[in-house]
């Protein structure tokens, strides 16, 4: 069989198992390897180096003529090592030419985590009073503090999003499904970014439940209507696009309270949640469930099996102390 027809059947099975919806980013992304090698070409003969020629071929997004970043290019090769993996289990190849490709590195993936004294400038006075008609700005970093959430999974959010399980207040993150795949403003990374994650004491205290009921209130109990109302999509950019300018560059908030560092972002609040969470002891298998991770299965596929109970996600969670972290927070 040529790569067409394998990488077909391999679609076929991500999503009958749910893993994958039909509008998949792994689907034309593994569909730009087979333009790239040829439809009918053997699967054995796709080599390490011709791996390495087409992400030197990749180029950047819309009619940029720019090389793809190191991300994108990291990326692709991780959808092509599942792909390959794959075929290894089913016998259509001997080995996975992937596995040899030592990854690199991008500058703006090496950041660092806030400590505690950077937190407190960041969620302080002044960023209540930015948030007084702009609530995204505090909610949004907020709650990527205090659930391991990325930035655009909370920018996103529809009221209808905000629920409760087992009697415990949930954000629900997801994308919009229409008869053909995820359409609308609402987007996931992956499979397995779609969860149910409980809103941790910390956002409770800092005042995000108020808003949500006075959110319901504006809007009349919409659940279609967006937690943030300010807030648009940017082709490639999505809903947080303002939160993050608003963060960052040469004159953005971070660097006006006296955090100035090229190597921590806006993207840093979510690394600094997922590294307490792993200080505090929490079971990997429930942290890749509230950071929206995939499983390593025995094979070296991923799964996304979604099973911790909510109750205990909470319990992790809220195993992170930011008493300290939060202390010039007016809520």
């Known amino acids: 069989k040529g790569i067409a027809a394998i990488f077909d059947e391999y679609r076929k099975v991500k999503i009958a198992a749910r893993e994958w919806h039909p509008k998949q980013q792994e689907i034309s992304q593994l569909q730009g390897l087979l333009d790239f090698v040829g439809a009918e070409t053997p699967l054995a003969a796709i080599t390490t180096a011709r791996l390495f020629e087409w992400t030197d071929a990749i180029r950047g997004r819309g009619r940029s003529e720019a090389p793809a970043s190191i991300a994108t290019k990291n990326g692709r090769l991780g959808t092509a090592s599942a792909f390959f993996g794959w075929a290894v289990e089913q016998g259509y190849v001997d080995r996975n030419p992937v596995k040899r490709i030592k990854r690199r590195t991008a500058a703006n993936k090496d950041r660092d985590d806030f400590t505690d004294a950077e937190l407190q400038k960041i969620f302080g006075p002044e960023l209540t009073e930015a948030a007084q008609d702009r609530p995204e700005r505090l909610f949004v970093p907020l709650a990527m503090l205090t659930t391991t959430a990325r930035p655009n999974e909370i920018a996103q959010l529809h009221l209808e999003d905000i629920v409760n399980e087992d009697g415990i207040p949930c954000i629900r993150i997801r994308g919009d499904e229409g008869d053909d795949g995820y359409q609308g403003k609402r987007r996931v990374k992956s499979a397995s970014s779609v969860r149910t994650v409980p809103i941790p004491s910390a956002l409770v205290g800092a005042g995000f439940l108020r808003y949500i009921d006075r959110r319901r209130e504006e809007t009349r109990n919409d659940p279609n209507a967006q937690v943030f109302a300010h807030l648009t999509k940017l082709e490639g950019r999505g809903m947080a696009n303002k939160v993050v300018t608003f963060f960052g560059g ?36 429930i942290r890749n469930d509230i950071e929206g991770h995939a499983r390593e299965g025995t094979t070296g596929d991923k799964r996304y099996v979604k099973d911790t109970k909510i109750a205990a996600m909470l319990a992790a969670l809220d195993r992170v102390d930011w008493t300290e972290a939060l202390k010039n927070l007016n809520a």
Do not use: D
Request: proline share 3%.
């Open 250 to 285: 040469s004159t953005g908030f971070l660097q006006r309270v006296g955090v100035r560092s090229a190597k921590k972002t806006l993207y840093s609040i979510r690394h600094t949640a997922i590294t307490r969470l792993q200080e505090a002891g929490v079971n990997p298998i």
